[in-house]
């Protein structure tokens, strides 16, 4: 069955760098894009944008680009958000997921456990 | 800020019915697919719904979507306590080119 692990809760101080990965399994990992999701404490999700697994593609929602860079291992089946010049807001627990596109449907459906990312001095 | 509108809470006893809207525009809902999520506390999102009404295999059939014009609903029918989630929708956005979920809505079970 398919299934993403991402990498343990971070703290890090304002300005320091993270990186998140997210390891993939029971799938042909170039079969689906993948995607990542912020969701800040109590609060909503947010789409952050895409990478293409097969080509390496990145699109990124507005506001998060610059400072957060997708990417990729597959030879590993893995996928890495990072995120750079960490500021307090950024705190938020991030999510992969895979994500297709089929015709007039997008469908994001298996996700990671999400990683908790806390930025405090 | 979130270009789907969701209402901010729903309840209802055990066994009742309760429906959450999804409101949207042509340029996303109005053109494209919805899906829906249920994230249990604590846990990460999870796929509900996709593509309108179609269930994920392990979905109990209490749980329906439907769409109509620039709006899209989710129907939980005979619900149960474990049924208290907060609940959101999504759809492709092809004005802002990516992804859209909807303001989330916590649905207590009383």
């Known amino acids: 069955q398919v299934q993403l692990v991402q990498s343990g809760s971070e703290l890090k101080k304002p300005g320091a760098s993270v990186k998140v990965s997210c390891k993939a399994s029971?799938?042909?990992?170039?079969?689906?894009?993948m995607t990542w999701v912020r969701q800040a404490p109590g609060q909503g999700l947010e789409w952050m944008g895409w990478?293409?697994?097969?080509?390496?593609?990145?699109m990124y929602a507005q506001g998060f680009s610059g400072r957060f860079v997708f990417s990729l291992d597959t030879s590993d089946s893995t996928a890495y958000l990072q995120i750079s010049s960490l500021k307090a807001e950024d705190t938020a627990v991030y999510y992969c997921a895979t994500i297709t596109f089929v015709g007039g449907a997008t469908l994001v459906d298996y996700w990671g456990q999400g990683t908790l990312v806390t930025v405090s001095s | 800020q979130s270009v789907l509108t969701q209402p901010p809470s729903a309840s209802g006893t055990p066994g009742q019915r309760v429906a959450i809207s999804c409101s949207g525009s042509?340029?996303?809902?109005?053109?494209?697919?919805v899906n829906w999520y249920q994230q249990l506390p604590g846990t990460a999102p999870k796929e509900l719904i996709y593509r309108n009404n179609q269930r994920p295999s392990g979905v109990p059939d209490r749980f329906s979507g439907s769409k109509s014009g620039t709006s899209a609903s989710l129907a939980i029918s005979g619900l149960q306590s474990e049924d208290e989630a907060d609940y959101y929708c999504?759809?492709?956005?092809?004005?802002?080119?990516?992804?859209?979920f909807g303001t989330g809505t916590k649905v207590t079970v009383l």
């Open positions: 029971g799938y042909t990992f170039t079969n689906y894009a």
């Open positions: 042509s340029s996303n809902i109005g053109t494209n697919t």
């Open positions: 990478i293409n697994t097969n080509n390496g593609n990145r």
């Open positions: 999504g759809a492709w956005d092809d004005s802002l080119n990516g992804y859209v």
